[in-house]
């Protein structure tokens, strides 16, 4: 399996719900990313985990909430979002985290939707 | 705060014209550069490093520190080179950084 996949595709919530998105790699990578993407603007990252552990929180607000129960598996957790939190929402991995040559392979993303 | 910079929000060129799309960055130490694609309705994907050096689909990248330019170019321009593109810098260790992006699109 070389790819990262991530579910649901869609994603409608109301501003009072909790959902999670979940990514999956079956490749041996050991760093996974999160990204939001809004409409016409590419994506920035939110968080980065290196072997299971969080190594990058980029300042994001507290509703979103990372998990990375073992090596292949990644979540977040959403809570109290608000409409300006609708975006595309990427998964990503590679192999480590960082250093040269280390290409991040992105899955086709969760598009959020908060009414 | 280091910075990619992608001067054109939409490129169009006719099959067979070159295309050259630009890409600039701000970088106080030794940048990792790397161009994106993403085609219709598929996912982002890597095209080319800088440190590869390579050819991919008949594009190719060089990194010039002089300019701070990572342009990316081809000969000759295919409909199938449809897409969007993306420039982004490694900075620090771990953390990717995205252009604006360029739409290129190969009319017949």
């Known amino acids: 399996d070389t790819e990262v996949t991530q579910t649901p595709k869609h994603l409608v919530m109301g501003m009072t719900n909790k959902k999670s998105l979940k990514c999956e790699q079956h490749m041996g990578h050991r760093a996974m990313y999160w990204y939001k993407q809004k409409a016409k603007k590419p994506p920035e990252l939110m968080f980065v985990y290196s072997y299971e552990k969080l190594s990058i929180n980029e300042s994001v607000p507290s509703r979103f909430s990372p998990e990375c129960p073992n090596s292949s598996l990644l979540n977040l957790h959403l809570h109290a979002l608000q409409p300006e939190d609708s975006a595309l929402y990427l998964c990503a991995s590679s192999l480590e985290a960082g250093g040269p040559g280390n290409e991040q392979f992105f899955g086709p993303g969760t598009r959020l939707t908060v009414l | 705060a280091q910075r990619v910079t992608q001067p054109e929000k939409l490129l169009s060129v006719f099959k067979g014209a070159p295309v050259e799309l630009k890409c600039n960055y701000s970088?106080?130490?030794?940048?990792?550069l790397f161009w994106y694609v993403q085609y219709s309705r598929q996912r982002l994907q890597l095209l080319l490093r800088?440190?590869s050096r390579e050819s991919i689909k008949g594009f190719t990248a060089d990194l010039n520190k002089g300019e701070t330019s990572f342009h990316l170019k081809k000969p000759f321009a295919q409909e199938e080179d449809s897409a969007m593109y993306y420039c982004a810098l490694r900075e620090g260790f771990q953390k990717l950084v995205f252009g604006t992006g360029t739409r290129l699109l190969v009319s017949p």
């Open positions: 970088y106080s130490g030794s940048p990792e």
């Open positions: 800088h440190i």
